[in-house]
């Protein structure tokens, strides 16, 4: 039997055939809980960087009025649909949604400062729409 370091994939499909078939003892449950656990960090990262995406987007188009474009609507369409599929399919993970937007707010704040050449005092110090309305579809910042 492959060991977790020579090939994961190969692991991964032993592992899952010693769990179906219940030989238990014969599974490296210690990687396996790791893995598992490795799968709910990799959602929130997924979930954290699609609210930057959408929060510099729609800071953006807040700031730059003249500047809107396809591009950037796209980006906080996208964005949003990502987020409906993360929280669809981890829904434990949507009651941690108020935090981890404001956890990302001074990322994409300065973000959008990078991308926009302004400067930072241009975007405000506090997030300008709430959670709701940057996963709202039909929310656009004037």
């Keep these: 039997m492959n060991s977790y370091d020579q090939d994961f994939v190969l692991w991964t499909e032993q592992q899952a055939a010693l769990l179906r078939q219940g030989r238990f003892g014969e599974a490296d449950l210690g990687h396996i809980a790791e893995e598992i656990e490795s799968m709910g960090k990799s959602d929130r990262r997924a979930l954290k960087n699609h ?4 929060v510099v987007h729609l800071l953006k188009w807040r700031c730059q009025r003249k500047r809107r474009g396809r591009s950037w609507e796209s ?3 996208n ?3 990502e987020i409906g599929w993360i929280l669809e ?3 434990s993970l949507r009651p941690q949604l108020p935090v981890l937007f404001e956890d990302v707010y001074g990322e994409a704040r300065r973000q959008a400062c990078r ?5 930072l005092a241009n975007f405000p110090e506090e997030c300008p729409f709430s959670v709701e309305q940057a996963l709202d579809a039909d929310y656009w910042p004037e």
Aim: zero cysteines.
């Design 115 to 119: 991308e926009t050449r302004l400067s």
């Design 75 to 77: 980006s906080i369409i």
């Design 51 to 54: 609210l930057i995406n959408v």
């Design 79 to 81: 964005g949003r649909r």
């Design 89 to 91: 399919d981890s829904p």
